[in-house]
């Protein structure tokens, strides 16, 4: 853990984006990202997601699943939309549910991962670790691409 640690407070400027309707849950998944210097807004449900990602550029966002007014699929769905109008590629998105869908509903929605609640410190490490620098490597191939 302390590697880790390390690391991802170097990668201090990440903005993150936690999308929950449970304040409590919210407030908890804020801190642990918070902790490592990260920045992070938050939404409580998939209508509010949507405007934030019209307003700004996130490097991951954290999706629940059942939420109020706008659910974590349909959200993500519009993200994705929102990115291939705007030419954007796309920002990693990882579910958090208690059961609101399967991995593979998630995973077929255009979702990166999924993450079965309690979410932990632990589990959004992994899912930043897989998914983010997964994310940042394709992006680097692909100018690497273009230039060639």
């Known amino acids: 853990m302390q590697h880790t640690e390390c690391h991802l407070r170097k990668k201090r400027g990440l ?3 936690v999308v929950e309707d449970d304040s409590t849950i919210r407030k908890i998944m804020c801190l642990q990202l918070k902790i490592f ?4 807004d938050h939404a409580q449900n998939g209508v509010e997601a949507v405007r934030c990602v019209e307003n700004r550029r996130y490097d991951m966002i954290f999706m629940d699943i059942q939420m109020p007014e706008m659910n974590g699929i349909d959200a993500t769905a519009w993200i994705r939309n929102h990115e291939v109008s705007n030419g954007h590629a796309p920002v990693p998105i990882v579910a958090t549910t ?3 869908a399967t991995k593979q509903q998630c995973l077929d929605a255009g979702m990166n991962g999924y993450i079965e609640k309690p979410v932990d410190i632990h589990k959004l490490i992994d899912a930043f670790q897989t998914h983010l620098f997964l994310s940042m490597f394709q992006s680097c191939v692909k100018q690497m691409d273009d230039i060639n």
């Open 15 to 17: 903005e993150f984006l």
């Open 98 to 100: 208690a059961g609101g």
């Open 37 to 40: 210097g990260l920045k992070v």
